[in-house]
Each structure stands twice: as structure tokens, then as C-alpha cells.
């Protein structure tokens, strides 16, 4: 564990939360951006080493702004009274304890949900720090492979502690609840984006996801937005966008095991869908 107060962690923040972008996002699925936006915070750094990160400009290079836990409270107020649908926590798990510290100044003037979305490589006992805090969780599944998730992410134990990590999610947040409109108020979605030369494993994925956890104790996002960014070139197998084929095969399964949820169109992946990060709203 890094000492904050001297040096940055693995994951690249110190003391004080950094943060690239607070905005109205309108990308995220359905039920979270609706017809409003999702009020999103994007942090900088990341504990994982994904080589074809699209958000690489903040997650490996760290671009952003250091900010007080104050001014941390401020953009989540800001963000409600812009009509924001929730509040939309992105690589947020290395400024838990900072989060957390807003949240409370926020405590009787914040009433919409708050969403932790992330990687999925977490320890339970930083999400049972969220109990109370957070209403949403959106974690990625990435790999079963131990092989794909260390050549890719640099975590040979991802799967071992993700697949952890969800099911306390599903325990803190419990089965998906919505709003008249049709809007997520609690809940988990398991996302999961399909990779280039690899549906075998995002079905061995699926079969997992189906034996560790209810069907209905949480909803399914498949994802094709894989787009080649920062350095897959350096691994020609991912270097190129998945077929239809690809993706119809890992949905057909999805499909048969009963999972519900969001299928994406194959038209999301387009370099545009990638946020400019900006400082806008910081």
C-alpha cells in the first residue's frame, strides 16, 4: 500500500481525489443516462493496466486535476441540480475513503443514486465500505483467463477477485429496482464487453456469471463498443474491431441462459463514443 501523503499508488492518485471530467453523460445504458444524463465524475488512474483502455488519456496517463474532498461534494450537488438521474462514480475505487468523506458533507441535500462504476477488480472489504453510500454498482467482468487478464490487464487473479467482488455488490445493493420512468434506483449491472478472438472466453463468462448469481439479482450489459485503442496494436489478435458473428454468438448465449438486461448495437464502437476529457465541470 502507497503512502498517499508521499508518493502516488500503482493506481496513480495521492491524497487528494484527481478527476478528468463532470458531465451529463448520455452513453451509459438506458436506465442510467434515461432521458436526462447520468451525473458523471470521471477519476483519474486506474489499478489495472488494460492495454486497450479507451479512457487510457486518464487511466494510464493520469491526465486530470486534483480537487479537495469539498469541491468534490460541490460537483455532486452541481451535477443533481442540473437534473442528473444519479450520481455515476467512474474508476472510483483507489478514492473510496475520499468519496465517501463528500458524501457525507452531501448528507440531507443529495437524493438521487449514487453509482460506483468500475473495473471490477475490488476488494470486498473496500465495498463494504460503500454500505449506505452507494445505491448502484456497475462493475466490468472482463476475462475468466487468468492468461488474457494478465497479458492484457496486468492481473492474473482478476476473475478470482471480480467474480468476489460482484457478489458483494449484488449482497450491498440487492435485485434491480426502478423508478416509474424506468429508471435504475438500486441495483447491480455486470457489464461485460465482448474482445476480438476471445467469445470463447466472454461465454465462459456467462456460464460463470449464471452458476455464481441469480438471474434476477442483477441485469446483464454486453457490450461490442470494443474499439482499438493505446496499445493493442502490440497484440495483433485484438488489433481490430469484433464481428457480428463475434458478438451474435456470445448474445445468442446470453439469450438462452435467461439473462436480462442490454444487448449494445454494434454501432457504438466509433471512436466518438470516447469522452474528451476536458476538466469540464471540475
Not at 495521492?14 to 443516462?33: D, F, N, T, V
Not at 436526462?36 to 494510464?60: D, E, H, P, R
Not at 457489464?191 to 470463447?200: A, E, T, Y
Amino acid at each position: 500500500m502507497a503512502d498517499r501523503e508521499h508518493t502516488h499508488g500503482l493506481c496513480g492518485g495521492g491524497l487528494l481525489p484527481r478527476a478528468a471530467k463532470a458531465y451529463l453523460h448520455m452513453w451509459e445504458e438506458p436506465c442510467i443516462s434515461g432521458t436526462k444524463g447520468s451525473g458523471t465524475v470521471f477519476f483519474s488512474g486506474c489499478s489495472l493496466k488494460c492495454c486497450f483502455c479507451q479512457n487510457y488519456k486518464i487511466s494510464a496517463e493520469n491526465f486530470g486535476r486534483e480537487i479537495t474532498v469539498d469541491r468534490l461534494a460541490e460537483i455532486f450537488l452541481e451535477l443533481q441540480d442540473k437534473g442528473a438521474h444519479n450520481i455515476n462514480l467512474v474508476s472510483p475505487t483507489h478514492y473510496v475513503p475520499q468519496i465517501i468523506s463528500a458524501l457525507d458533507k452531501c448528507r440531507g441535500k443529495l437524493d438521487i443514486p449514487v453509482a460506483y462504476n468500475s473495473g471490477g477488480y475490488e476488494k470486498t472489504d473496500t465495498l463494504e465500505m460503500l454500505r449506505g453510500y452507494v445505491d448502484i454498482f456497475m462493475p466490468d467482468i472482463k476475462y475468466f483467463s487468468t492468461e488474457l487478464s494478465e497479458k492484457y490487464s496486468a492481473a492474473a487473479d482478476y476473475f478470482e477477485y471480480a467474480s468476489k467482488a460482484v457478489s458483494k455488490m449484488i449482497e450491498l445493493a440487492g435485485k434491480p429496482k426502478f423508478d416509474n420512468n424506468g429508471i435504475l434506483k438500486k441495483g447491480v449491472i455486470i457489464r461485460h464487453m465482448v474482445l476480438p478472438s476471445h467469445r470463447r472466453d466472454s461465454e465462459e463468462i456467462l456460464r460463470k456469471i449464471y452458476e455464481l448469481y441469480p438471474t434476477d439479482s442483477f441485469l446483464l450489459s454486453l457490450m461490442s463498443q470494443y474499439t482499438p485503442f493505446y496499445k493493442s496494436a502490440e497484440h495483433k489478435e485484438i488489433d481490430r474491431r469484433i464481428s457480428t458473428y463475434e458478438y451474435e454468438k456470445v448474445a445468442e448465449l446470453a439469450y438462452d441462459l435467461g439473462f436480462k438486461g442490454f444487448m449494445q448495437e454494434r454501432s457504438s464502437a466509433k471512436e466518438e463514443y470516447t469522452p474528451d476529457f476536458d476538466l469540464i465541470g471540475i
